[in-house]
């Protein structure tokens, strides 16, 4: 049951952020079904899907190095990122399911664990964009390739990408208490 809790965490990571990246990963991987695993998606006709996903996965990496796309992107993905990572967290969970025949708990309950996850990481992510105004060239290009490495290892090694995830998640939440320690300084400081 853990294997297919970390694969979903792992799947809904790499949707906290990009949100069309993915899916798309998702869909090429399993070439003979597409996204027939993928709830809700299963219902496009897959060439269409394929062409709408490849557009926004190329705006995703090329216009998240510009500030205007940065900006654009990040809204839209805050946006998204809880439906997506629910997506992602249930395709994780029933094809890890399948893969090593294991007996999960509810797949809803799995699709909220996976949202939650996808829009806290998104959400700190956005909060040191709008804190620094601007993230560094190498932060995105780091972002891109660890998002396609997470769902490689959702479906190809579940625990060390729930490993990963985690770790994530715990960079997270150490963040969030330095953006509360910024806020507490500069809040005295024009209180004076």
Known sequence: MYLGLLAALSASAAAGMRIALPLLIVGLLQSDSLWENVPLLSMIHPQV??????????????????LLGLRILQMVQLGFSPIVGALMGITAAKITQSQFDLELGPLWLIGLIGGVFAFVLKFVQVGWFFRLQKLPLWAIFSEDILCIFLVFFAFQAPEQGGLIAMLLL?????????????YRKSSKRKSR
């Open 49 to 66: 899907l394929l062409g709408i996903l490849t557009s926004w996965s190329l705006f995703e990496l090329f216009g998240s190095k510009k």
């Open 170 to 182: 715990w960079l997270s939440v150490r963040s969030s208490q330095e953006w509360y320690r910024w």
